[in-house]
């Protein structure tokens, strides 16, 4: 099944309405250049605040899903007929979470996708906002085909990329918050090139852009085949739109899915990858 995407690299402004109806006009223009999925980067509506230890606003930015942004999004995508992966900062009660809703082509929430793993550096201090995710690595039946999400610090792990694998993804889609030059000699690419080869699936990165108080965004989002070849590339610290078509059945061909996975031995590895205190 060949998939057209769009990865919506946008900057975001301090205000949400104006960085909402962008998102709903680029989902537009992506639907009239032939997508059938769209997806935006970390945080889309709003400022970067994990650049602030603490940010006095940053509730303020925070709603449950379903609410009324995912409404928005949901109805735009059922009228497009648009698998959309969004991003935005959840609130689930007393607790807040980085999450990404999937919504398939006719509107509905699949699920919600919440940040793992939560880190804290210097303009990254995540920890103050965001609880750990607390629902695994899902993989969703959309209708472009089995969708996975991988939110910025997540793309780290190893076993997190692995268990989309796992979950047969055929597509992993990674919104990000990312500068530029952020890790050494490539590896910002080397590793999903990496993890999108040894699980045999198309790895999309969808990275922010723009300057806020602290921060520079790089753009250059990019696709991943499972070969671990780059398909497409955004542009360097700018807006852009990137649309690649995917052959989905280039998974199942992949050296992962005909070689690799076959001689995998997971009954030995148990230990290894939990070792007792």
């Known amino acids: 099944m060949t998939v057209r995407i769009a990865l919506a690299q946008r900057a975001a402004t301090d205000n949400h309405d104006l960085n909402l109806r962008g998102a709903l006009r680029t989902m537009e223009e992506a639907a009239q250049r032939g997508a059938q999925f769209f997806c935006v980067p970390e945080l889309a509506l709003t400022p970067f605040f994990p650049q602030y230890a ?3 606003h940053a509730q303020a930015y925070a709603e449950p899903i379903p609410g ?8 735009r995508a059922r009228e ?4 959309t992966v969004f991003n935005l900062y959840e609130q689930a009660g007393d607790r807040y979470f980085d999450s990404s809703p999937v919504i398939d082509a006719d509107g509905t929430i699949l699920g919600v996708t919440r940040m793992v793993h939560i ?21 969703y039946d959309t209708a472009v085909g089995r969708v ?13 990329m692995r268990a989309l694998g796992v979950g047969r993804a055929e597509l992993v889609v990674i919104p990000q918050a990312g500068t530029p030059d ?31 108080e602290r921060l520079t965004f790089a753009g250059e989002s990019f696709v991943v085949s499972p070969t671990g070849e780059v398909l497409a590339r955004g542009k360097r610290l700018d807006e852009d739109l990137v649309i690649v078509d995917l052959d989905l059945s280039a998974c199942a061909a992949s050296p992962a899915r005909t070689l690799f996975w076959n001689d ?13 205190s």
């Open 148 to 160: 996975g999400v991988a939110i910025c610090y997540d793309r780290h792990y190893p076993e997190y």
């Open 119 to 139: 880190t804290d550096y210097a303009c990254f201090h995540e920890r103050a906002y965001y609880a750990e995710g607390d629902r695994g690595a899902p993989v």
């Open 54 to 56: 603490r940010h006095s």
């Open 68 to 75: 009324p942004t995912t409404d928005r999004v949901a109805a």
């Open 264 to 276: 995998r031995r997971p009954e030995l590895y148990g230990d290894w990858l939990h070792p007792r």
């Open 80 to 83: 497009l007929g648009l698998v």
């Open 182 to 212: 952020e890790w050494p000699d490539g590896m910002y690419e080397a590793e999903v090139r990496t993890a999108a080869f040894q699980n045999g699936y198309f790895a999309a990165l969808c990275n922010r852009v723009g300057h806020e």
